[in-house]
């Protein structure tokens, strides 16, 4: 009787259970996670094209003196009356550069010259008279030293004036004026005017790569001046230096005149070229990565000469492969 009374008590349990759980929300369905989609990824690219390259080093070259002449008051102290030229101005023997203040020394010279002129018409006079004998020889030479000495006082004042000028003794362009302005004390052998011979104008550039390049003394050059080459060769080479010497000079190249100097280096043709910013160095090692069927592969590359935004390759890559630019 126990027994069935616990095993009724069981029944009722299990039933009162089974409907509890009835009554409590149905689980969702897990979900599965979602599936990410790889991210293509944009590469800026280049082809391996084949064609010509030229190794050259561009220099800006200008007209310069070989040699400079100095031109300086050495006569006297003055002060500084006026320039009659300035930088950049092209003049002839006897142009007049630069001058002092001395005053009026026009009207000294008039003065003497009057002076003069009137000694010379006295002594002729006494000269006549001597020769007719109606003066002394004592009278002639009064006359005779009188006119020396106006001649003399007025060569002096001629003189005077001429040290106070700057006078080109020769063709050439003026290349610099000190700053000077009028009422400055000049000091004698003080460098006032720079003039530099038309003749003798040389054509120097500098680059860095000059050292590093082997280009030697007689290296044929490409000279470019408005729209025009002209044949030339390096002259002279010191550090990075260079020194040219064209095969004709243009009426419109004057001092300080820029033209561009192309100085071949190297050259190759019908060769593999590769955009510069495909390679990439570590050490003493060059690589491209190719891109093949979307993928990146990473290929060691020989490299030859370079020029602009190519390099020559010599082992590494085919034509018409796609490099992938940094």
């Known amino acids: 009787m126990k027994f069935r009374v616990i095993t009724a008590a ?12 009835g009554l409590l929300p149905e689980e969702d369905e897990r979900l599965s996670p979602p599936i990410k989609e790889a991210r293509s990824i944009d590469y ?8 010509d390259i030229s190794k050259v080093i561009n220099l800006f070259a200008q007209w310069k003196a070989a040699n400079r002449i100095i031109y300086s008051f050495s006569e006297y102290n003055a002060p500084f009356l006026e320039f009659y030229v300035q930088p950049g101005d092209v003049v002839k023997a006897g142009d007049l550069l630069a001058a002092l203040d001395i005053g009026d020394i026009e009207k000294d ?19 006549e008279r001597y020769d007719a004998g109606t003066v ?33 003794d020769r063709e050439g362009t003026i290349l610099t004026t000190l700053n000077y302005e009028k009422g400055d004390m000049v000091n004698t052998g003080t460098s006032i005017v720079t003039l530099v011979e038309n003749d003798d104008l040389i054509l120097q550039g500098t680059n ?25 060769f390096v002259s002279e080479i010191n550090g990075n230096l260079v020194t040219i010497e064209p095969s004709e000079i243009k009426s419109n190249w004057e001092l ?40 990146a592969i990473e290929r060691t590359v020989e490299l030859g000469i370079s020029s602009g ?4 390759v010599i082992s590494g890559l085919s034509e018409g492969e796609v490099v992938i630019l940094n």
């Open 309 to 312: 935004s190519y390099f020559e």
């Open 10 to 21: 069981l029944l009722i349990l299990i039933i009162v259970v089974s409907s509890a759980c």
């Open 208 to 232: 860095s790569l000059i050292r590093s390049s082997g280009v030697q003394v007689g290296k044929e050059v490409i000279i470019k001046s408005n729209n025009e080459e002209i044949e030339g």
């Open 109 to 127: 010279i008039r003065d003497q010259d009057l002076s003069y002129q009137s000694a010379k018409l006295s002594y002729d006079r006494t000269k």
């Open 256 to 295: 300080g005149t820029t033209v561009i100097a192309t100085i071949p280096i190297d050259s190759a043709a019908n060769v593999l070229l590769v955009h510069r910013n495909a390679i990439k160095t570590v050490g003493s090692r060059s690589y491209v990565r190719v891109l093949t069927d979307g993928v």
């Open 136 to 168: 002394s020889q004592y009278d002639l030479r009064i006359a005779e030293l009188t006119l020396q000495d106006a001649e003399n006082k007025l060569n002096d004042l001629l003189e005077y004036k001429n040290g106070s000028l700057l006078v080109a």
């Open 44 to 51: 800026r690219t280049d082809t391996v094209i084949v064609g």
